[in-house]
C-alpha cells in the first residue's frame, strides 16, 4: 500500500492528481471575461478588427480522471480533459488525455499531454489570459511560435521516482503522418526531457528542461531545440518565480523564432485579494527577409478577489510590446479584462 501511495504522488508529477482508487472524479472550471483590445499595427494605428470590447471565454473545460488498484504494487491512472469554448460554436477541444500504469519503477503514460519542457514551469499566475499567458509573452519565439508551451498528441511518457527530492521525466513523440513524408516515423522525433526539484505548491522549487525537434518532424534539412530553467520559492500567500528560455537551433536561425526570454512573476494572497505582477523580456537574435529585429518587454498585471472557496472575480492588464518583432515599428497590444471563475 506504502508503495502504490508513493507512485500516485509521482504520476501527480507529470499529470493533474488522480482520483481515489474506484469511482472517477469529474472536475472542471467555468471562467469568463469581458476584454477591451487595442491593437495596433507597425505604423502606430488600431487595427479596428481586432480592437474593441469582445465576451471571452478563458479557458473553461471538464475532465474525468481517476486510478484503479491492480494489484502486485501497480495502479492503473487514466484522464480526459476538454476545453469548452462557451462563448463560441467550437465545443471541444482536446487537452491532457492519457491511460497509463504506476508502481515503484515510476509511471508511464500513453496519451495527448504537455511536454516535460511545458511542465517545467512555476505557477502560471496569467495561464488562462489570451494575452498574458507564457505561450504570448514570450514574443512568437520557438518552434510553432509558442515559447515552448508545447502539447502533443502521440506521447509516450516515463515519470521517475524521486531521489532526494529530484524527479526525471521524459517524453518521446512520433511525427506520423506530420513532418518529412520521406522518412519514417520514429519516438526520436520529438524528445522532452525535465529534471524537477521540490515542490511548487511549498518551498523552493527548480527545474532544468530541454526540447529537441529532428529534421523529420520539422519537415525540413535541419533541426531545432528549446531550453527552459525555472526557480520558484512559494511560502504563505507568497509566489515567486523566475525563468529563463533559449530558442534555437539550425531550422529556426535567422528567423523571428529564433533567440531567449528571461522573465518573472510574483503573486501575494492577502485576505481574498490576490495581486499578481508578470513581466517578460524578449530577445530577438535575427530576422527573417533581412529587416533588423527588435526585441520586446511584456507585462501583465492582475488582481483577484475570492467570492468564495471556488469562485473568484478577476481584473487584468496586459501588454504585449513590439508585436510584429521588427525594428523600427510601433506594434504592439494591450488588454483590460474583468472576469468570473468557478471551480468545481
Not at 163 to 169: C, K
Request: no cysteine.
Amino acid at each position: 500500500m506504502k508503495k502504490n501511495i508513493i507512485a500516485l504522488a509521482i504520476a501527480s508529477v507529470f499529470a493533474a492528481p488522480v482520483a481515489m482508487a474506484g469511482a472517477p472524479t469529474i472536475y472542471g472550471q467555468v471562467s469568463m471575461a469581458v476584454d477591451n483590445y487595442d491593437v495596433k499595427d507597425g505604423a502606430g494605428n488600431t487595427v479596428d478588427a481586432n480592437s474593441g470590447t469582445q465576451v471571452n471565454s478563458r479557458t473553461s473545460k471538464f475532465g474525468i480522471k481517476g486510478s484503479e488498484d491492480l494489484g502486485e504494487g501497480l495502479t492503473a491512472v487514466y484522464k480526459f480533459e476538454f476545453e469548452v469554448q462557451i462563448d463560441g460554436s467550437t465545443t471541444l477541444k482536446n487537452r491532457n488525455q492519457y491511460v497509463g500504469v504506476a508502481g515503484g519503477f515510476g509511471t508511464v503514460l500513453l496519451g495527448r499531454h504537455d511536454t516535460p519542457l511545458k511542465m517545467a514551469q512555476g505557477t502560471d499566475l496569467f495561464n488562462y489570459s489570451p494575452v498574458a499567458d507564457i505561450k504570448v509573452m514570450a514574443g512568437g519565439l520557438g518552434v510553432l511560435s509558442i515559447g515552448g508551451e508545447l502539447r502533443s498528441s502521440n506521447v509516450l511518457a516515463y515519470v521517475s521516482p524521486a531521489f532526494s527530492g529530484v524527479t526525471l521525466v521524459g517524453a518521446f513523440i512520433p511525427k506520423e503522418t506530420g513532418g518529412d513524408a520521406t522518412k519514417e516515423s520514429s519516438l526520436a522525433d520529438v524528445s522532452s526531457f525535465a529534471l524537477m526539484y521540490g515542490s511548487k505548491k511549498e518551498g523552493l522549487y527548480l527545474s532544468a528542461a530541454v526540447n529537441s525537434f529532428s529534421k523529420a518532424y520539422l519537415g525540413g534539412a535541419d533541426d531545432a531545440n528549446e531550453m527552459r530553467l525555472v526557480a520558484q520559492y512559494s511560502t504563505g500567500g507568497l509566489v515567486a518565480n523566475v525563468m529563463y528560455q533559449d530558442f534555437g537551433g539550425k531550422a529556426i536561425e535567422d528567423t523571428l523564432n529564433e533567440g531567449s526570454t528571461f522573465g518573472g512573476a510574483v503573486a501575494y494572497k492577502v485576505g481574498k485579494f490576490t495581486p499578481r505582477l508578470q513581466i517578460m523580456q524578449v530577445d530577438r537574435q535575427n530576422s527573417a527577409v533581412g529587416v533588423k529585429a527588435e526585441d520586446s518587454l511584456n507585462y501583465a498585471l492582475g488582481l483577484d478577489y475570492a467570492l468564495g472557496k471556488k469562485t473568484n472575480v478577476f481584473a487584468e492588464y496586459a501588454m504585449l510590446d513590439n508585436t510584429d518583432g521588427l525594428d523600427n515599428t510601433k506594434a504592439e497590444t494591450t488588454a483590460l479584462s474583468i472576469g468570473l471563475t468557478h471551480k468545481f
